[in-house]
């Protein structure tokens, strides 16, 4: 299992920006995928997932109403939309998969494949 995280950036507060998470060799809609985002000197968070039960998405309400996560299966991938971004959403981003998740979880240790990771910088 490989994931693929991609489309970080600089962008000022206010702005956009949308990460992608492809997978190879499997497909995504069997797949709970979380993204998580890291800033220097904190722990890892969970900043959005969506199930492969249900697909229902969850949202902190630190990012909820600015973020979106989706999939497409057919590109096997999962973005994260996010609009409106605030200088505390600079961070490193990962997303993560785990097989033996049905729903979804925000604890990091329960995910077992993890992209590289892509920067986001929000800042003017």
């Known amino acids: 299992v490989q994931l693929q995280a991609s489309g970080g950036g600089l962008v000022q507060p206010g702005g956009s920006l949308r990460l992608s998470c492809a997978a190879s060799?499997?497909?995504?809609?069997?797949?709970?995928i979380t993204w998580f985002r890291q800033a220097p000197g904190k722990e890892r968070e969970a900043v959005s997932c969506i199930s492969h039960f249900d697909d229902i998405a969850y949202y902190p309400d630190s990012v909820k109403g600015r973020f979106t996560i989706s999939r497409d299966n057919a590109k096997r991938t999962v973005y994260l939309q996010m609009d409106s971004l605030k200088p505390e959403d600079t961070a490193v981003y990962y997303c993560a998969t785990d097989p033996r998740l049905i729903g979804c979880s925000s604890v990091s240790a329960e995910y077992l494949y993890w992209g590289q990771g892509t920067v986001v910088t929000v800042s003017s």
């Open positions: 060799e499997f497909s995504l809609d069997k797949y709970t």
